[in-house]
């Protein structure tokens, strides 16, 4: 069947779709002429199906203008393009034979891909896409006011009317004891679906749990009074952790606090043994056990000379005996002058739940971000007697540093709900989002899909207030000084404020450098250091594994000496409202549940050396993305692409990506058109080729801009590299000839038998 033909494909595909009607095949043929790939999908045929050019009154030759459209398609705007010119009221097809023909369609293509068929895979995207609208809001959705549910930063949306996925868990009447679980994708309106359901089943009394205060007190805005919304800690502090009053610890508890509890041991650092010790805790109070054993303890931990070791199982041992003291002094109710035995959050939670409280005044609870809670908070709320409503984004785990499990996986349930079209962005937003999932994390039973508004990922042509999301802090800094120099600064937002990023410890660490001007350090822990000077510090946050120490140290050697006039710059050109800034910069932790109308991707996410010719020519098997990576690490990405609403402008990674998928975005043009505006020749680096002037189409690159300002211009690709890039779509470009270019040797490529079965097909 040809160099990229499938070997098999399921049997009846083809037959299905022949078995479409086409009652009058001239109406329909006139409501085709009105697509704006329609002349492209006539010579294509005319190419390539010689014998059916000159049969247009045909049904045949109805199916393949529509087969041609649908591999000539830009995007999904160009199916539902083909959807409006069927639905005409000229047209002859109805609702039931467009659907038909666009299942069999989406049908045929995903064999193909299933079968190895060397295709994008945004051909069968930009049908099932198109399908899903189709089946989910035939008609306009109609409004219904609710004057507590509006547009903001967090996505809470007016409530439209809801889709069959969101009917689906409304009509769902929950029992007690019973788990429901619903994975939410990015913008699906999971919080909105909620308060629909609250608002459902009146009769009963719920718990929202929320994952931070600031998210529930937005609940307590807009969900009706049936719903109680609370945090688990502030639950925890009612019950329990307002009995330590002055003894709570309001920070977190860490190495350096640790260390001066721990006897000397010879040979081995304070610090490092000091972290051992919080990393067990840690690891305790986020579990469900009720003592601390050698299982919470770290596997690996980090010697003197910094090299990452295995723990050896008697270390363990005293490392459960050290933090079985420091616990059994936590509890204790009287003060203490040492702060490594106050209380802490996470501490006073532990001991609710190891006090198996009954929430037995409540319905139904509903956990939101529950791919966020540790196994503790699980074990409380699963422990109670009533239903229970699991609802969040097992791919925005973002948490797992704190002990968080992803409970929408590991929990047992008793039914499962999906939330999959995002009302956040369009279709190209959407298919990048889409493509993470499917590409980096496997997921093949569940597509990501958007609303029907217009989405960029081109980064061309960006104005207005963007948004840049980084993986750290250290980017998040660099990015602020750029764009606050020069003659014009920017203003900027720095998410979560100025004290939160932690601007003046940054200045702090820089006076550790320059004790002879005996400058005030403001900040309680790095005062500790004055007398060390900032090499100590560094060892200490080496040792401990403090990560967020080390960024800000390794801002300080970085820039040095422009430290205070950075930091006043930037505190200058801070805005405490992002609707006044030109810039809102940050991590993804901080982006985590917002929005943005454009968003940047930094260049400082997960990075794989990919080899650039097996993205640039189309080997047969493209190399796969290493296993290796932390699941964190894809999630990261995942968020910050899809907290775009209009416009997303991607890093060079990203686009690699996509590139896996034979994603190039490559556009078709006729070549009497190109001509008219410019000379034949290939745009592709190291090509020297000329494109044949008796080509019918030709494939033309889209022009690019990449998060680190580099440009891709708009180009036309010559038969050899629209080979190379598309596989066998690139023969529909009628060129007599397939060159190659000069490094590889001559080969003549034939049209595969595959794309006469597309177009024949239909």
């Given at each position: 069947m040809g160099k990229w033909a499938a070997e098999s494909y399921p049997d009846g595909c083809v037959a299905d779709v022949r078995s479409c009607h086409c009652r009058d095949p001239t109406a329909a043929l006139a409501c085709l002429k009105r697509h704006s790939l329609f002349l492209k999908a006539e010579v294509c045929i005319a190419k390539n199906l010689p014998d059916l050019d000159g049969r247009k009154e045909k049904p045949a030759y109805v199916r393949a203008v529509m087969a041609a459209i649908v591999l000539l398609a830009g995007g999904v705007r160009d199916i539902q393009e083909l959807v409006g010119c069927l639905q005409r009221p000229s047209s002859p097809m109805s609702l039931m034979d467009i659907l038909e023909v666009l299942y069999s369609t989406a049908t045929l293509l995903y064999a193909m891909r299933k079968n190895e068929v060397q295709i994008s895979n945004r051909l069968h995207y930009n049908v099932f896409y198109c399908l899903y609208h189709l089946e989910t809001f035939p008609f306009s959705p109609a409004v219904k006011h609710n004057p507590k549910l509006s547009s903001g930063k967090r996505g809470l949306r007016p409530v439209l009317q809801p889709t069959s996925e969101q009917q689906q868990i409304l009509n769902h009447a929950l029992a007690p004891g019973e788990v429901v679980k619903i994975v939410a994708f990015a913008g699906t309106g999971k919080t909105s679906t909620l308060i629909q359901y609250a608002t459902r089943w009146s009769e009963l009394n719920f718990l929202y749990l929320a994952f931070n205060k600031t998210i529930a007190q937005q609940a307590s805005q807009v969900f009706p009074a049936n719903v109680t919304c609370k945090t688990i800690h502030s639950l925890a502090f009612a019950e329990v952790g307002r009995h330590y009053g002055r003894k709570l610890n309001l920070g977190s508890l860490t190495s350096y606090l640790v260390s001066f509890v721990l006897s000397n041991r010879q040979g081995q650092s304070p610090f490092i043994r000091a972290k051992t010790v919080v990393q067990t805790l840690a690891a305790f109070f986020a579990s469900a056990d009720v003592a601390i054993t050698v299982e919470h303890t770290p596997i690996w931990c980090k010697n003197n000379r910094g090299q990452k070791v295995l723990v050896e199982e008697h270390e363990k041992h005293i490392i459960v005996e050290e933090a079985k003291q420091i616990w059994a002094k936590m509890k204790e109710l009287g003060p203490t002058e040492e702060v490594a035995h106050r209380m802490t959050h996470d501490g006073y939670?532990?001991?609710?739940?190891?006090?198996?409280?009954?929430?037995?005044?409540?319905?139904?609870?509903?956990?939101?971000?529950?791919?966020?809670?540790?196994?503790?908070?699980?074990?409380?709320?699963?422990?109670?007697?009533?239903?229970?409503?699991?609802?969040?984004?097992?791919?925005?785990?973002?948490?797992?540093?704190?002990?968080?499990?992803?409970?929408?996986?590991?929990?047992?349930?008793?039914?499962?709900?999906?939330?999959?079209?995002?009302?956040?962005?369009?279709?190209?937003?959407?298919?990048?989002?889409?493509?993470?999932?499917?590409?980096?994390?496997?997921?093949?039973?569940?597509?990501?899909?958007?609303?029907?508004?217009?989405?960029?990922?081109?980064?061309?042509?960006?104005?207005?207030?963007?948004?840049?999301?980084?993986?750290?802090?250290?980017?998040?800094?660099?990015?602020?000084?750029?764009?606050?120099?020069?003659?014009?600064?920017?203003?900027?937002?720095?998410?979560?404020?100025?004290?939160?990023?932690?601007?003046?410890?940054?200045?702090?660490?820089?006076?550790?450098?320059?004790?002879?001007?005996?400058?005030?350090?403001?900040?309680?822990?790095?005062?500790?250091?004055?007398?060390?000077?900032?090499?100590?510090?560094?060892?200490?946050?080496?040792?401990?594994?403090?990560?967020?120490?080390?960024?800000?140290?390794?801002?300080?050697?970085?820039?040095?000496?422009?430290?205070?006039?950075?930091?006043?710059?930037?505190?200058?050109?801070?805005?405490?409202?992002?609707?006044?800034?030109?810039?809102?910069?940050?991590?993804?932790?901080?982006?985590?549940?917002?929005?943005?109308?454009?968003?940047?991707?930094?260049?400082?996410?997960?990075?794989?050396?990919?080899?650039?010719?097996?993205?640039?020519?189309?080997?047969?098997?493209?190399?796969?993305?290493?296993?290796?990576?932390?699941?964190?690490?894809?999630?990261?990405?995942?968020?910050?692409?899809?907290?775009?609403?209009?416009?997303?402008?991607?890093?060079?990674?990203?686009?690699?990506?996509?590139?896996?998928?034979?994603?190039?975005?490559?556009?078709?043009?006729?070549?009497?058109?190109?001509?008219?505006?410019?000379?034949?020749?290939?745009?592709?680096?190291?090509?020297?080729?000329?494109?044949?002037?008796?080509?019918?189409?030709?494939?033309?690159?889209?022009?690019?801009?990449?998060?680190?300002?580099?440009?891709?211009?708009?180009?036309?690709?010559?038969?050899?590299?629209?080979?190379?890039?598309?596989?066998?779509?690139?023969?529909?470009?009628?060129?007599?000839?397939?060159?190659?270019?000069?490094?590889?040797?001559?080969?003549?490529?034939?049209?595969?038998?595959?794309?006469?079965?597309?177009?024949?097909?239909?």
């Open positions: 939670l532990k001991l609710w739940q190891l006090q198996k409280p009954s929430l037995s005044n409540y319905d139904a609870i509903l956990v939101d971000e529950a791919q966020d809670c540790t196994p503790a908070v699980m074990d409380i709320v699963l422990s109670q007697t009533c239903g229970v409503i699991l609802v969040g984004d097992p791919h925005q785990q973002i948490y797992t540093f704190r002990g968080a499990v992803n409970s929408l996986l590991n929990v047992p349930h008793s039914r499962i709900f999906y939330l999959t079209q995002s009302f956040r962005f369009g279709s190209e937003i959407a298919y990048v989002g889409a493509t993470l999932l499917d590409v980096c994390k496997k997921v093949g039973n569940k597509t990501l899909v958007g609303n029907n508004q217009e989405s960029d990922v081109s980064g061309v042509g960006v104005e207005g207030k963007v948004a840049r999301l980084s993986r750290n802090n250290q980017t998040v800094f660099e990015d602020a000084v750029n764009v606050t120099g020069g003659n014009s600064p920017a203003k900027i937002h720095l998410l979560g404020g100025l004290k939160a990023f932690g601007l003046e410890k940054i200045h702090d660490l820089w006076k550790l450098l320059h004790p002879e001007l005996k400058l005030e350090v403001k900040d309680f822990f790095i005062k500790r250091w004055v007398e060390k000077g900032l090499a100590s510090i560094k060892d200490y946050a080496e040792k401990s594994e403090d990560k967020q120490l080390e960024i800000k140290i390794g801002i300080v050697e970085k820039y040095r000496e422009r430290i205070p006039e950075l930091v006043n710059r930037i505190r200058q050109c801070h805005v405490w409202h992002p609707e006044d800034a030109d810039y809102i910069l940050g991590t993804v932790h901080k982006a985590k549940g917002l929005e943005f109308d454009t968003v940047q991707i930094s260049g400082d996410f997960v990075s794989i050396p990919f080899t650039w010719p097996y993205l640039g020519r189309f080997p047969r098997n493209p190399p796969a993305l290493p296993e290796a990576i932390p699941e964190d690490e894809w999630n990261l990405l995942y968020v910050a692409v899809t907290r775009a609403k209009k416009r997303l402008v991607m890093s060079r990674f990203l686009a690699d990506i996509l590139k896996v998928t034979k994603e190039y975005y490559v556009r078709f043009e006729l070549t009497e058109e190109v001509c008219k505006k410019m000379s034949l020749w290939c745009s592709e680096h190291g090509c020297c080729n000329s494109i044949p002037a008796d080509s019918l189409l030709i494939p033309e690159r889209m022009n690019f801009v990449y998060t680190d300002g580099t440009r891709i211009p708009e180009g036309l690709l010559c038969p050899s590299c629209a080979v190379w890039r598309l596989g066998p779509i690139a023969q529909l470009t009628g060129s007599p000839t397939m060159e190659q270019d000069t490094t590889s040797p001559p080969e003549n490529i034939e049209v595969p038998s595959m794309v006469h079965i597309l177009l024949e097909a239909f």
